[in-house]
Every structure is written in C-alpha cells, then in structure tokens.
C-alpha cells in the first residue's frame, strides 16, 4: 500500500471519484440512482444496508420492464464504480495512515479495507446480474445480495470512519505542534 502514498495518485482519484460520484449519485443520468428511483419508485438494491431475497424479487417487480432496463444501465456503470471508490478511499486512507503513524508502515495494510469493500461491492453486482437474468424466476443468489451490500456497506463505513479519525488525530498533532512551538518559540521546536 505503500504506493497509494502520492498525493498524485490520491488527486487524480479525487477528481475521478468526485466526477463518478456526482454523476452516478446526483444527476440524471440514464444510469443514475436517481433515475432508478424514479423509474422503480424506490432506491435501487445497491443503495440499501441489505435485501431480503423477497426484496429483490419485489423490487424487480416493482419497476417494471423500463425501470428494469434502467437498473441493468445502472448496473453498466457499477462496473466501474467499485474501483472508483475503492482507488480512492484507499489512497486518502494509506495518506492519512502514512502522515499519522511514518514508523508504524504495517498499519497501511488498513488502507486496503475499501478495496475489500469493492470486492464485496462487485459480488453484490453479481448477484444483481444473475436476478435481473432470472427475473421474473427468482434467483437463487438473491438472499446472497443482501449479504453482498451488508459487508461491502460495512466494510465502506468502517473505512471512512477509519480515515476520519485518523485526520483528526492529524489535526490535533499539528494544533498541539504550533501550541508548543508559540509557548516555547526559543527551543525551536519543528
């Protein structure tokens, strides 16, 4: 992870990230979200906590041959969003980790926490594919999907809490740095 270290790779996922993200979460888009919710009437699969199998099939049902089409465009583009997030998440996390602790170099492996998610992530896109195939059969993996979303949801929120704790820490040591350094200005302190 130590490679995910740059503030160049870190910038060139951020502004891929925030272009993805905008679109994907906030636009209209023939494969946005929003466009999902507006076909099908609810948030699609991918955005909830966790399905039931029943909420796959319901909610396959629920939208209908146009929103199905729309869910398989969002799905197009979900092929490319889990390594979005995961490049991103992971370098800002391996960054923030690297500036926090520079003597403790195993704690990088953390920064690999999103791009397990990402995996999860791409599974929950499986079995997604796999009910929209068998649709209006149910799928056998349906119940599986909501599985897929708990851990990759889990997985996604325990790294962001992970990168936010750690810019506070970040934060507190440079206030604490320039406390000291105002108080006792003839040591020298860096």
Known sequence: MGRWTS??????????FVLFAGVFFASSA??????????????PLDVRFTSSGSDVDRFLEACGPEG???????????????SVFGVFMASSLALALSRLAPERPALLGLAA???VASGFDYVENAFAWVALLAHPEPAATSSLLGVASAAKTTLSWLAG???????GMIVVRVARRRVVRRRVPSLGLR
């Open 7 to 16: 503030w160049r790779v870190w910038s060139v996922s951020a502004v891929i």
């Open 30 to 43: 023939p494969f946005a979200i929003p466009e999902i919710e507006a076909v099908c009437g609810e948030a």
């Open 68 to 82: 199905r089409e729309a869910y398989q465009r969002m799905q197009v583009a979900d092929l490319f969003y889990p």
């Open 113 to 115: 926490l999103p791009l």
């Open 161 to 167: 809490l992970l990168l936010l704790v750690s810019l």
